[in-house]
């Protein structure tokens, strides 16, 4: 990828942290020490910048979810739960609680969110049929329904402004939910 789109989109991150979806390109501008015309050279518009930025983000997520599935010292367990919930290093300190804004202001941008949590699922769904298979999750479950709770869990977490009133940050959101779930699912 680009470098300068790179860090442009992480300028998006950095501003949607400190001020919600209330950051213009003014801001990125300042922060990068860059003209709104070099954004727009990279950029076509806001709407471009962001559905870019949604998919980095969620390339990233691949990528830790990767290094997850490689991780040897991880049993089929631990790697269901932290495939489910991961989140890369750089992504932690995002406050997602926010993202609830999105619906909103920028509705097809929180679709393409939506649609993003809503695929990319089948190396979850291969860990979970292997615990099946190994007698670590109930086979009566269907995986169907075990993907569609989770992903209920998640979305509501992103769209509902309830989370964002809590001292309980998203990562911990995560791991609580992935808990209860893991949990109520194990023999």
């Given at each position: 990828?680009?470098?300068?789109?790179?860090?442009?989109?992480?300028?998006?991150?950095?501003q949607?942290?400190?001020?919600?979806?209330k950051f213009?390109?003014?801001?990125?501008?300042?922060?990068?020490?860059?003209?709104?015309?070099t954004i727009?050279?990279?950029?076509?518009?806001?709407?471009?910048?962001?559905?870019?930025?949604?998919?980095?983000?969620?390339?990233?997520?691949?990528?830790?979810?990767a290094?997850?599935?490689?991780?040897?010292?991880?049993?089929?367990?631990?790697?269901?739960?932290?495939?489910?919930?991961?989140?890369?290093d750089n992504?932690?300190?995002?406050?997602?609680?926010?993202?609830?804004?999105?619906?909103?202001?920028?509705?097809?941008?929180?679709?393409?969110?939506?649609k993003?949590?809503?695929?990319?699922w089948?190396?979850?769904?291969?860990?979970?049929?292997?615990?099946?298979e190994q007698?670590?999750?109930?086979?009566?479950?269907?995986?169907?329904?075990?993907?569609?709770?989770?992903?209920?869990?998640?979305?509501?977490?992103?769209?509902?402004?309830?989370?964002?009133?809590?001292?309980?940050?998203?990562?911990?959101?995560?791991n609580?939910?992935?808990?209860?779930?893991?949990?109520?699912?194990?023999?």
């Open positions: 990828m680009d470098t300068l789109r790179q860090t442009i989109m992480d300028s998006v991150i950095n949607f942290n400190q001020k919600g979806m213009t390109m003014d801001d990125i501008s300042k922060e990068l020490h860059i003209s709104k015309k727009y050279k990279e950029f076509n518009d806001k709407d471009e910048l962001f559905y870019a930025t949604v998919d980095y983000g969620f390339s990233n997520v691949k990528k830790k979810e290094e997850i599935l490689q991780d040897d010292s991880l049993d089929l367990m631990e790697k269901i739960a932290k495939v489910i919930v991961c989140l890369p992504y932690r300190t995002i406050d997602f609680r926010m993202v609830y804004q999105l619906r909103e202001k920028h509705p097809h941008v929180y679709r393409r969110i939506a993003r949590i809503e695929s990319d089948d190396e979850t769904e291969k860990l979970i049929a292997q615990a099946m007698g670590l999750i109930r086979t009566d479950l269907d995986i169907s329904v075990i993907k569609l709770t989770i992903e209920g869990a998640i979305e509501k977490f992103l769209t509902s402004e309830e989370l964002s009133k809590t001292n309980v940050s998203y990562e911990e959101s995560l609580d939910m992935i808990d209860i779930i893991i949990n109520g699912i194990r023999k």
